[in-house]
């Protein structure tokens, strides 16, 4: 997905946000966003959003030496996720389809996102998906894909999220399918990163690797060789989150490096009407649809 002009407005409006959480001076405050509208004069908004925010955010590290400003937002959002973790276990022992629920608990989770201007209650999410379903739901098409598959790449999103997403990975694991687990090579808005997808528990369900980028979202052009390797092996891909989206489901290199026919599961909350627009469905919308690279 390309960039927009309307996401100008919103990366400068996470640049402000992230500067206030660095607690940078007024010199440094207006010397970043100096330096960040420089970049963006001249970048290419061909480039998907979340390349661009990988560049604008390694600006903002440069100029505070805030290596992760958005700390203590993840802590706080892991927090938030641990409170529901005991209504959520009991919903889940009393579904008749674990893996149904496992997936809309997925989608609920996505709601944690720093990295746009939406902002929604995450308990208020849970009672509205598990009682309304998703906007878009392909779950036959995943069980009939889950049948033919044994290696699963998920592509994690943000910190406090990936917690929820250890409901699919167990019965994933629970189903005998071989899951590699993906998330950020380093600090970006409140993305996960290994340090954050230990403390969630990932491990003990999924085997943990990096993508290579620290881009909020899946950058092919930055992979490492434990992503190029995880997208060769994979039978079935779980694309987690609005950034992967973005990032993935336009790129042409994606076809280059995964076997012929290998379903790509995109499971998001739609945080903005630029990339409901690009999805076909309306901003707030929840999602889970499969691609075809």
């Known amino acids: 997905m390309k960039s927009d002009?309307?996401?100008?407005?919103?990366?400068?409006?996470?640049?402000?946000?992230?500067?206030e959480l660095t607690g940078a001076d007024r010199e440094t405050s207006i010397n970043t966003m100096k330096h960040l509208l420089r970049y963006l004069d001249e970048a290419d908004l061909n480039l998907s959003p979340p390349e661009l925010s990988m560049h604008?955010?390694?600006?903002?590290?440069?100029?505070?030496?805030?290596?992760?400003p958005y700390l203590e937002v993840k802590r706080k959002s892991t927090e938030?996720?641990?409170a529901l973790l005991p209504?959520?276990?009991?919903?889940?022992?009393?579904?008749?389809?674990?893996?149904s629920l496992a997936i809309k608990l997925g989608a609920v989770g996505n709601v944690i996102d720093f990295g746009t201007p939406a902002r929604m209650d995450v308990g208020e999410m849970v009672d509205q998906v598990v009682e309304k379903g998703l906007t878009v739901f392909e779950l036959?098409?995943?069980r009939s894909a889950l049948k033919k598959s044994e290696n699963i790449l998920f592509l994690g999103d943000n910190a406090g999220e990936i917690i929820l997403d250890t409901f699919l990975l167990k019965e994933l694991e629970e189903m005998g399918r071989n899951i590699t687990y993906a998330v950020r090579e380093g600090p970006v808005i409140n993305d996960a990163t290994k340090e954050d997808a230990l403390d969630a528990g990932i491990q003990n369900y999924a085997g943990l690797i990096t993508t290579g980028s620290y881009?909020?979202?899946t950058l092919l052009s930055y992979a490492n060789t434990e992503l190029i390797s995880a997208l060769k092996k994979a039978d079935l891909i779980i694309s987690k989150g609005q950034g992967n989206f973005e990032s993935l489901s336009a790129d042409p290199r994606l076809k280059e490096m995964v076997?012929?026919?290998t379903p790509v599961f995109f499971l998001?909350?739609?945080?903005?009407?630029?990339?409901g627009k690009y999805a076909g469905v309306p901003e707030g919308s929840t999602i889970f649809k499969v691609f075809y690279p």
Request: with cysteine; glycine share 8%.
């Open 56 to 68: 604008l955010h390694a600006i903002i590290r440069e100029e505070t030496g805030d290596p992760d």
């Open 80 to 82: 938030t996720v641990r």
């Open 140 to 142: 036959q098409e995943f």
């Open 259 to 261: 076997k012929p026919g």
């Open 215 to 217: 881009g909020p979202g």
């Open 87 to 99: 209504h959520l276990n009991e919903l889940m022992k009393s579904t008749g389809d674990r893996l």
């Open 5 to 19: 002009i309307l996401c100008i407005p919103c990366f400068l409006n996470q640049a402000i946000e992230a500067l």
């Open 268 to 275: 998001l909350t739609i945080k903005c009407q630029i990339v």
